[in-house]
DNA sequence: GCGACAG
DNA sequence: ATCTTGTCGC
């Protein structure tokens, strides 16, 4: 039988994963390593992808988690993947990504198994990256296990290092005029650990952006900015509205339909395919290592 | 007892 | 995270 995700766990467990965090958070790259962010316009980057976990009302144990990949700059839905998931680990402040992460990178392995081309050039996740109890939150976690860029995007601000959400940081959070303002997070070690970004130009309530992995907090920053419609950069957005709304469609009773249900006009068909690469002979593995489609350069 | 608490 | 409707505004 599944375990359910119960109360805390032991205090020997949350050493546990204090000390897998640390050693993971050694090969936590801060820094810019693809050509494309360090772009004003960001060319060359066309696919940006977001994820997400939702739950299921009155069970703590049933979760959806989401993967979605979009191009850019169009943010267009091109790859979608929800799946039910089993939790094992109860949510923890800190520990976020052991209740979590494991399925997004299942999300990942799928999609590298089923369409290696429509593999991201970067990943929003939805938590904070080094703005962490430890500097190494989920979006951390879920770079270093999969080597991909990665994005912490939180919706409110983690008290940790000195930050306070205080009257002094509401001040400066009404001192952010337009789409694309944003003022640094200091921690008390001198350390900035993330920025509080206004998405966009009707959003008051700001977005607090920190590096996950393989990217600058400067690039993190603009290409969050770059990626909003609305309050929520939209690959993490359209990940959470699929999430939930398969949530729903598996909820649904026969015998009580749910009058709201036609309800979510954002969730449509993703698009075609991009790159017109319908087949390729197995075995030739020339774009990725693991066996499956292959995914050419050229 | 009081405040904090990513999702 | 989830519980929840209408409502004010462009």
Partial sequence: ?????????????????????????????????????????????????????SFVKDDSGSACASLVVLNYPELEVLYEDCR?????????????????????????????????????????????????????????????LTDLPCIGMAKKLLQVDGLKNNA???????????GGDSFPLMGSSGT?????????????????????????????????????????????????IRSRDYIRRTQEVQGAPDPQSGRSKEAQRPKACPQGVSEEPAGTSKGTSAGGKACPRF
């Avoid at 020997?12 to 494309?36: F, G, M, N, P």
């Avoid at 002094?168 to 337009?178: F, P, V, Y």
């Fill in 1 to 53: 039988m599944a375990r359910e995700a119960a109360g805390k766990p032991p205090e020997e467990i949350l050493l546990d994963w204090k000390r897998e965090q640390a050693s993971l958070k050694a090969r936590v790259v801060d820094q810019d390593t693809e050509a494309w962010q360090l772009d004003p316009a960001f060319s060359g980057l066309q696919r940006v992808g977001g994820v997400d976990v």
């Fill in 84 to 144: 039910m998931v089993t939790l094992t680990a109860p949510y923890v402040s800190g520990f976020l990504a052991f209740r979590e992460v494991s399925f997004l990178v299942d999300a990942v392995q799928r999609l590298q198994e089923r369409e290696p081309c429509l593999m991201p050039q970067v990943l929003f996740v939805d938590g904070n990256g080094v703005l962490h109890h430890r500097g190494f939150g989920v979006a951390c976690h879920l770079g270093v």
């Fill in 168 to 178: 002094l940081h509401k001040e400066k959070i009404q001192l952010l005029k337009a």
């Fill in 192 to 240: 900035v650990l993330g920025r509080a970004l206004r998405s966009h130009d009707h959003s008051t309530k700001p977005l607090y952006v920190s590096v996950g992995h393989k990217i600058s907090l400067e690039a993190a920053v603009r290409l969050t900015h770059s990626c909003c419609k609305f309050r929520v950069p939209e690959p993490v957005r359209q990940a959470d």
